[in-house]
């Protein structure tokens, strides 16, 4: 199995801020990365695809980078609607596999 | 509108079985992969397997293959995910979604509710 490593596990940021978000494979997975956003007791939401495909309806201050084995979520001024957990999913093979979750709190 | 209704929630005991269904609707069912993901409490995502209801190609997770049945029913629009044997480690929020045909279908751009599991004496 490829094995998909986020960091922070936690992170604690203001109303505003510049939020990054690291994934690490184990092994290239090209552009076969989405990222999602899940809150309490919801089902999880697709956010970025391909790496750094914004989804449809998702707002613009949400975008990815990264190809290979390093990639990065960024929301670029962080709204109050944006405190939940992301993971990081690689697609790459049928034997998908998920990055353990960066859950993001208020300052 | 896309949407995938679940079945209820469930309080099994120990060494039962159980089968989830997820129903879609808004799109043509059986041209989009269902995907099923496990959440235990307080834990992450966990990527169970797969299935393309057009031709029940099915691909399990090697976590999970062995331990669980993905099946489908193209004519009424549903997929199941079948759990035998239960403990209480089954104990968990299963999830189904919609697969986009992007690369493995393992790409979910829709998800059901969420079926709350619990196993308990």
């Known amino acids: 199995d490829i094995q998909m490593t986020q960091s922070p596990s936690t992170l604690s940021a203001s109303i505003g801020d510049r939020v990054t978000i690291t994934c690490r494979a184990s092994q290239s997975i090209s552009s076969w990365l989405a990222w999602y956003q899940q809150k309490p007791g919801k089902a999880p939401k697709l956010l970025i695809y391909r790496a750094s495909t914004l989804q449809s309806g998702v707002p613009s201050r949400f975008s990815g980078s990264g190809s290979g084995t390093e990639f990065t979520l960024t929301i670029s001024s962080l709204q109050p609607d944006d405190f939940a957990t992301y993971y990081c999913?690689?697609?790459?093979?049928?034997?998908?596999?998920f990055g353990q979750g960066t859950k993001v709190e208020i300052k | 509108e896309v949407q995938l209704v679940q079945s209820g929630p469930e309080l099994k005991k120990p060494g039962e079985s159980l089968k989830i269904s997820c129903k879609g609707s808004?799109?043509?069912?059986?041209?989009?992969?269902i995907g099923w993901v496990r959440q235990m409490p307080g834990k992450g995502l966990e990527w169970m397997g797969i299935?393309?209801?057009?031709?029940?190609?099915?691909r399990y997770s090697p976590s999970f293959e062995g331990q669980v049945t993905i099946s489908a029913d193209k004519a009424i629009s549903t997929a199941y995910l079948q759990l035998s044997s239960l403990k209480a480690s089954d104990t968990a929020m299963y999830f189904c979604g919609r697969g986009l045909p992007d690369n493995t279908g393992a790409l979910i751009d829709n998800w059901g509710q969420g079926t709350l599991v619990i196993v308990s004496s």
């Open positions: 299935i393309y209801p057009g031709d029940s190609d099915t």
């Open positions: 808004g799109y043509r069912f059986a041209t989009y992969w």
């Open positions: 999913q690689q697609y790459n093979s049928y034997s998908v596999t």
